[in-house]
């Protein structure tokens, strides 16, 4: 086996490489077009951010078996072109847990007891004791946006220094939040309640800028934010803004929305700590990325099952024309129904109905609940941790089959989820090959998934009712592409589902829910 390095990682890497009789080839920097004229020689290839694994290199690769990113994110990778051609992605999620904590307990240090303008302050000759009076953490709130692996263990290591823990996190369990020491609040609580909040929670579609010029200006004003997650996730306009106007007491940030920082100057702030992306520098962290990567490759290319596959093989070769058109389905029952839960998440059961229960459905049971953890889950779920990463968040999942033909659909799949709060139940089919969300509740609808927003509005059934929607959706410029109405009985309950062709903005919104007899509006994306 030859493997390609085409970034720097850690020699403990490379020597465990070697040491399985790999024949290692180490070239750093290369440019695409090097890479493409070589890359068909290596049955691997390690990266980390700096390399783009493009299109073009994977369809050069032609022995390529797995491609290792050594580190967490794998952005720089094209996973769909690298799943058509059967080359599997792996990452290295859990090696930094450690660093990346220990680096977000650093932060807060730093910003509660000024250490790094005291530092610069001596060195220029000074002794300002004065202006450097700090504040203890001991009775302070730290709120963690984000309870998965890094946020816990930050919970763990600020625990000792006796801070009242609190954290917004909509996809774990209560369980798991308990024996973290860890209330769970909802986001305005933690933003308006914190005197810290530290960020740790993935970059995705709806959470850009969440924290924004509106979140900062309900914190309090003695509040610091951190962020060692993701950039993007701050609105640094925004932050800097604040502190230039003292509306926030101090921020420190490892991450920006773009890297590296060029002009830095202009987050020069005395209240304002930066780090180069430094969450998982440390040796040790390093080691644990660089060997955690190269023995998923290792597996691969020795015919083993890999523990953090990126595009794990969607199904057993034997059943993949069989259950393959049903990912689609349960990817979408799992995005919307983690979208329509109220409450933190305790369990969810999968329901198979009709031919495809006679098969191996763990694919299946993989892809609802990679839907329904897409929105949190600091790596990606995959058929191969899929059980585990709910495991994790303190979510149960069981599944049931019924190989009878279901009368309308022949197939159905039908999830539901359960939580604090209550549980939410819906039925997702294929029909002529297209994904068909067919029940929400007791409701019967027909909703195809089409990446715009859906407004589920529950009401009573009653004359009018939809001339109100209408007419207030008009009003609001809220422009309708299909509507449809489901009811148990006449005058009884009721939801309407509408199709827009664009988002609605919060006011919008609160115009729909205070219309007579409305009793709960949704938006979802699917």
């Known amino acids: 086996m030859r493997v ?75 996973i769909k072109v690298a799943t058509e051609k059967g080359i599997i992605i792996v990452n290295a999620p859990s090696s930094n847990t450690i660093a990346a904590a220990e680096h977000t307990i650093a932060l807060i240090l730093s910003l509660v007891r000024h250490v790094p303008q005291a530092h610069a302050s001596m060195i220029s000759g000074r002794w300002d004791r004065k202006d450097f009076m700090g504040t203890e953490l001991r009775g302070k709130t730290l709120g963690l946006v984000g309870l998965g692996r890094i946020g816990s263990e930050v919970a763990r290591k600020a625990a000792p220094f006796d801070v009242k823990l609190i954290a917004y996190d909509p996809f774990v369990a209560v369980d798991h939040a308990t024996n973290a020491g860890v209330d769970l609040v909802d986001f305005e609580y933690l933003i308006e309640n914190s005197d810290i909040i530290s960020l740790h929670t993935p970059l995705a579609k709806d959470s850009i800028y969440l924290i924004g010029k509106e979140q900062i200006s309900k914190m309090k004003d003695t509040a610091l934010l951190i962020n060692c997650a993701r950039g993007g996730l701050v609105d640094e306009t925004a932050l800097l803004d604040a502190l230039h106007e003292g509306r926030l007491a101090g921020a420190a940030l490892d991450v920006y929305s773009e890297e590296p920082l060029n002009k830095s100057e202009n987050y ?195 004359p009018g009712m939809i001339g109100h929607i209408g007419t207030v959706t008009g009003e609001n410029d809220i422009n309708i592409a299909s509507m449809q109405v489901s009811r148990e009985n006449a005058r009884g309950p009721a939801l309407t589902v509408l199709g827009l062709d664009q988002e609605v903005d919060p006011e919008q919104l609160e115009s729909i829910i205070n219309i007579d007899d409305v009793n709960r509006v949704r938006v979802a994306h699917i």
């Open 268 to 462: 020069n702030h005395p209240r304002l700590v930066l780090t180069p992306h430094l969450g998982a520098s440390t040796s040790e962290a390093q080691d644990g990325v660089a060997n955690e990567v190269v023995e998923q490759m290792l597996d691969v290319m020795e015919g083993r099952t890999p523990s953090y596959a990126v595009n794990a093989p969607l199904a057993p070769a034997e059943t993949v024309k069989e259950i393959a058109p049903f990912i689609p389905v349960c990817l979408s029952a799992g995005q919307l129904i983690s979208q329509l839960l109220d409450g933190q998440p305790e369990s969810l059961e999968i329901f198979f109905h009709g031919d495809i229960a006679k098969y191996d459905t763990g694919v299946l049971r993989a892809s609802v609940i990679s839907g329904f953890m897409e929105r949190s889950s600091e790596e990606r779920v995959s058929i191969v941790n899929a059980t585990l990463v709910a495991q994790r968040r303190g979510i149960k999942v069981t599944e049931r089959k019924n190989e009878d033909v279901e009368e309308f659909y022949g197939n159905l799949i039908t999830i539901e989820a359960k939580s604090t709060e209550g549980s939410s139940l819906i039925s997702g089919a294929l029909i002529n090959g297209q994904v068909h969300i067919v029940k929400l509740g007791s409701h019967l609808v027909d909703i195809v998934p089409s990446g715009k927003p859906w407004i589920m509005i529950n009401h009573t059934d009653r």
């Open 4 to 78: 390609l390095v085409a970034d720097r990682i850690a020699q403990s890497g490379i020597d465990l490489l070697k040491s399985h009789s790999v024949d290692v080839d180490e070239k750093i920097g290369l440019g695409q077009e090097d890479l493409i004229e070589i890359i068909a020689d290596y049955d691997g290839l390690v990266v980390r951010s700096d390399t783009k694994v493009t299109k073009e290199i994977l369809t050069a690769g032609v022995n390529l078996q797995v491609v290792g990113r050594a580190g967490v994110g794998v952005d720089n990778i094209d």
